[in-house]
């Protein structure tokens, strides 16, 4: 027979399970850069290429302000026009991070309008994102999108997704990221102006390590040890 005197201490095991559960949910994925041209500044400026200041967005979408991403400074002597972190460029990975087993996922939403300064008839002209693991570039993640797959004067939300390399391409533990949107004029022909509008931005990794308590849980436990002593 079912003893009815054990189901609220069950009840309350169940309770402050879920609690800590939440708590480890809540500390499972940590984001170490993001701009959305509004309230968060986390981009720098790459080579050959520019977000200016914040613009409202022309696009109509009523997302608020965005960048505006213009390849063709005439000092420009590359084809890769590249957005990145501030100098040094460099994020480190954070704590809880594990690498070799956790993930990240690398976001941005990405317009093209159609008078766009690229001329993708000598292509192809491509938008990229890139991670490189301690700064090499050698064994990078990244992936890629031809200009003219991506349809004119519609905003495409973009992602690059992977698990962090557990060491870089010296043999060393990761530790750091470089990450980099790159848009690349093959023929390095673009003329200044607007080539594309950039909006939220974004890379989160995982941590699964094991965080410590928080606050709110320890007073959880500290409460239902309390009542123990109480009962008994």
Known sequence: MLNKSLIPQKMKAHIFLF?????????????ILEDDWDTTNGLGTGNNAAKTS???DPTGSGRGNVGSVNIGDPAGTSPWGELRA????????????????DTFVMQADIYIPNDTTFDTADGPDRFNMIIRWNGINQQNNN???NWDSLAADTWHTLSLTGTI??????GDPTISIVPILSFYDKTNNAVPGVA??????SISVTTSAIPE???????ILGSLLFLRRRRR
């Open 213 to 219: 308590p928080s606050v709110g849980v320890l007073g």
């Open 54 to 56: 914040s613009i409202a």
């Open 19 to 31: 609690l800590i559960l939440s708590s480890f949910t809540a500390n499972a994925a940590t984001t």
């Open 86 to 101: 501030p100098w040094p460029g460099s994020i480190d990975l954070p704590a809880g991070a594990i690498a070799g087993t």
């Open 165 to 170: 390399r557990e060491t870089d391409a010296n």
């Open 196 to 201: 594309a509008y950039i909006d939220n931005v």
């Open 143 to 145: 992936k890629k999108w």
